[in-house]
């Protein structure tokens, strides 16, 4: 699933590619997509006619923002945007068509037809789901390390969890909350009110850094992601810690491992990452000969 940088790399691509532009109609072919309003011939009606003034971002959901609409669109695993002539073949999994004024077509492809979409009057966005209830902006002003510390000391779940939850901090998934642990050196099981300021503060730096390099490299494509322009982004070649188990690590070269967390596959690095019990424990050393889990381990 797209997370903050994919789809904030979505909305700059679409903010050059569609903004000024003026629907002249809209075509629907999956009407489970359209999740507001119920009807869909309403939802191609209310379009027609609107100018598209700018593209913004809530977490993951894009916010397409029209004079006097707002679209509010959640690419889910697979969604994707992209601008056409429309002269060109409509392809295959293309479930939603605005047709522009100017004789160009935004398209959205779907093949996993998870993606959502809402219509909304312009403001109302914020008062109903499914932005209502979300937590933090990390690339907004407000996210200060107060606020970030206020959100998430007082938790009792495990670290993970927490951040993917988006009512505390919106934008993390998978991918980057195994990435800033790993920067700040905290382990995925740790309980979120067991954490020091010290730690949270530099959990609140790594969330941060990682997230602002990942939209610099146009975000990260492990299975279908592209942008708007049909491009791949590039910090899956940056990843110290993600889909790297049993290479050594970055830091230690001790092997990456793999487990599940809240659900979810989890890498880390047991020398690096230590849980709270070993923390004053001495360092687990691992000398690594072709990269796979064949080594010797050790302990000073």
Known sequence: MPELPEVETVRRTLTELIVGKTIESATVSLPRIIQRPDDIKRFEMELIG?????????????????????????????????????????????????HFSDGTELRYKDVRQFGTMHLFPAGEEFKSNPLAKLGLEPLDSSFTADAFREAISKRSTKIKPALLNQEYVVGLGN????????????????????????????????????????????????????????????????????GRKDEPCVKCGHAVEKTVVGGRGTHFCPNCQRPKELINKAPIKRTLSNRSNKSKEVRE
């Open 175 to 242: 991918i980057y909350v195994d990435e800033a642990l790993f920067r700040a050196g905290i382990h995925p099981e740790v309980p979120a009110n067991e954490l020091s300021t010290d730690q949270l503060d530099l959990l609140y730096v790594a969330i941060l850094t990682t997230l602002r390099e990942a939209v610099e490299a146009g975000g990260s494509s492990i299975k279908s992601f592209v942008n708007g322009q049909g491009e791949m982004g590039m910090f899956q070649h940056s990843f110290q810690i993600y």
């Open 50 to 98: 609107h100018r598209i003034l700018e593209i913004g971002r809530r977490g993951k959901f894009l916010r397409i923002v029209m004079d006097g609409l707002v679209l509010v669109s959640h690419l889910r695993m697979e969604g994707r945007y992209g601008l056409y002539d429309k002269s060109d073949p409509v392809e295959k999994h293309t479930h939603v068509i605005f």
